[in-house]
């Protein structure tokens, strides 16, 4: 079994988030699994949750928090509901992984498509400019 570890950081629209990985004892403000700190740049995950499931469900859920507050929708939504929204997005979208192993390969496929286009793109512009 291949374990995939979370990397240090990951990038959210232009921000690059911190990920803080917490000892089991650490307690949260709510008794979450996770937590996004948009102000911090951090995002929280409890160390045991992280090899399961579970965990990428935690992980994917900060994520989708992330977005909302990154790209400008957290202020549309009451907290209640941007953690209703959230909770079923994250919920819905592991379990269409899980019941469908081949989309996160075919996503991957396509997303390496395009970062082959990026590294043409700028080879050939040499670069940022004005
Ligand atoms: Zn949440």
């Known amino acids: 079994m291949v374990v995939m570890d979370l990397k240090e950081f990951i990038k959210i629209g ?3 988030y911190k990920i803080d990985v917490w000892p089991d004892s650490f307690a949260s403000t ?3 699994e996770g937590e996004f700190f948009s102000k911090e740049g951090k995002i929280g995950i ?5 090899g399961s499931a579970h965990g990428a469900n935690t992980v994917l859920h900060e994520i989708l928090h992330g977005i909302i507050y990154q790209y400008g929708l957290g202020e549309d939504l009451k907290e209640v509901k941007e953690e209703k929204i959230v909770n079923t997005l994250a ?5 269409v992984f899980v019941d ?3 989309l996160l390969d075919y996503f991957k496929s396509k997303v390496e498509v ?17």
């Open 14 to 16: 232009y921000r690059n």
């Open 30 to 32: 709510e008794d979450a």
């Open 46 to 50: 409890k160390g045991s949750t992280i």
């Open 91 to 95: 919920n819905g979208l592991i379990t």
């Open 100 to 102: 469908n192993p081949w």
């Open 114 to 130: 395009e970062h082959h286009t990026h590294k043409i793109n700028s080879e050939q512009n040499g670069g940022p400019q004005g």
